[in-house]
């Protein structure tokens, strides 16, 4: 696990910019695989806690992972609601939540997969599947596009989550492939003068989403 990248100044500064998303638009393909309110909800690497307060303030109960002390107290501090508890913990073990003895509805892990050494990668997947009440909904955003060099982050593909997920007998439901938030924003900025990338402050990237259904039938 690292979190290089991540902690201090460098990690205050991601969280603002994750924070300029909009949790509705970039998780759109999910919003239909949401079980009604309240459901049980784990966002691993949740980062700056927008998509937790997101899916609290539908009336979810959330528990926000993250292993970097700073992502934590950014999310603590931008949004303290009752309905996330936060807790320190990573893949591919994710030790502290199995301890809870909790199963969830739906597991969301947005943007982490590539700081995940392939090498670990059959055992965090595994470990996300058995967190998985029947029926639940595991989605996966995998981040594309050149790595960032001051985080640890290896190649990810679709095809290598197709094969896990036929390996764990759980469905791929969807692959949603579209271009990123990023690249909205910079369409965004585009519209507005801004120029986000003009000032190379922002990778073009886009995200796949992908949901999982414990016990249909996997396909490909
Ligand atoms: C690119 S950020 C994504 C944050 C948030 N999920 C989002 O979509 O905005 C990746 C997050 O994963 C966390 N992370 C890094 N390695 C991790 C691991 N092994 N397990 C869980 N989280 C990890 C980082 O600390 C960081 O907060």
Known sequence: MSTRGYEGE??????????TVDPAVLHQALVPHLPPAPAAILDVGAGSGRDAAWLANLGHSVLAVEPSATMRAEGQRRHPLPGIA???????????VFRLSTAFDVILLSAVWMHIPPCDRPRAFRKLVTLLKPGGTLT??????????????????????????RAHGVAVLNVDQRWSWFFDQFYAAQRSGMGFLSRGKFHVWFAIIINFVRGHQAVG
């Not at 460098?10 to 924070?19: C, D, I, K, S, V």
């Open 140 to 165: 996966i955003t995998l981040r594309l596009g050149p790595p960032a060099p001051d985080r640890d982050m290896h190649p990810v593909d679709v095809a290598e989550i197709e094969a896990l997920s």
């Open 10 to 19: 460098a990690g205050r500064a991601l969280a603002e910019r994750y924070e």
């Open 86 to 96: 936060w807790v320190t913990d990573s893949l591919p073990g994710l030790e502290s």
